[in-house]
């Protein structure tokens, strides 16, 4: 079974600074899918980053984007000049390769990150 | 264009009273996903519909609790009696289709069992 870490409860950055939320997973799979999700409060979660696993390269998404070191099975976070905006808790989840219609997520316990002003 | 829709919000009952959560996901997408967060820790995959059909229940606690998708179009989920840890945040999900991987999540809806 495959299971994900994320091993900093919560975390606090001054606004204009850049962060580093942690992920590692364990999962014997070598084809798979890696996200991180935002979960503002009291708002929906969203999908902040993909990853895929055989792409080599790192995601990027604006001011996001992840450090994927698929031989040490870590998947970490990076938010560059963070905004007040940024406060939320995040998660880390792995998805097996899709088969037939998509496929169930497995999370990480979660980050809260606050973003000082 | 609407997103997912999960209601009530909130929902305390006493134990062994009934609840159903209902789920309206995003027209349009077959998959429809229940998961619950409970006491912080991580969330927690419940079940995933394909259209009407359960595509995997795997992670239902117990028969206490039944989720339905009635034409393939909104889904409700229904513990019945609640016990105290049953209480979490449920959450919905949706996604389009085959190798669709990105999931469209509701609020969740924060059940209270006292």
């Known amino acids: 079974a495959q299971t994900v870490t994320q091993s900093q409860p919560e975390m606090s950055v001054q606004e204009a600074e850049t962060v580093t939320l942690s992920c590692t997973y364990d999962?014997?799979?070598?084809?798979?899918?890696l996200f991180w999700y935002k979960q503002p409060p009291s708002r929906q979660m969203i999908l902040v980053i993909r990853q895929e696993a055989y792409k080599q390269q790192n995601a990027t998404e604006n001011r996001f984007s992840v450090n994927f070191q698929k031989a040490a099975k870590s998947f970490s976070l990076k938010i560059s000049d963070s905004q007040l905006g940024d406060t939320a808790m995040y998660f880390c989840?792995?998805?097996?390769?899709?088969?037939?219609?998509?496929?169930?997520?497995?999370f990480g316990a979660g980050t809260i990150l606050r973003v000082k002003s | 264009e609407a997103g997912v829709t999960q209601f009530p919000s909130h929902s305390v009952i006493e134990k062994g009273q009934t609840v159903t959560l209902r789920c309206d996901p995003i027209?349009?997408?077959?998959?429809l996903y229940w998961y619950r967060r409970v006491m912080g820790k991580e969330i927690k995959f419940l079940l995933h519909?394909?259209?009407?059909?359960?595509?995997?229940e795997s992670g239902m606690p117990n028969n206490r609790f039944l989720a339905e998708r009635t034409g393939g179009t909104y889904s409700t989920l229904k513990v019945q009696p609640a016990e105290l840890e049953d209480s979490g945040v449920y959450f919905c999900?949706?996604?389009?289709?085959?190798?669709?991987?990105?999931?469209?999540f509701g609020q969740g809806t924060r059940l209270t069992v006292v």
């Open positions: 989840a792995f998805m097996k390769h899709p088969q037939e219609y998509g496929n169930k997520l497995v």
């Open positions: 999962t014997s799979e070598s084809n798979y899918y």
């Open positions: 027209s349009g997408h077959d998959n």
């Open positions: 999900a949706s996604s389009l289709g085959l190798w669709n991987t990105e999931a469209f």
């Open positions: 519909f394909v259209k009407e059909s359960k595509q995997d």
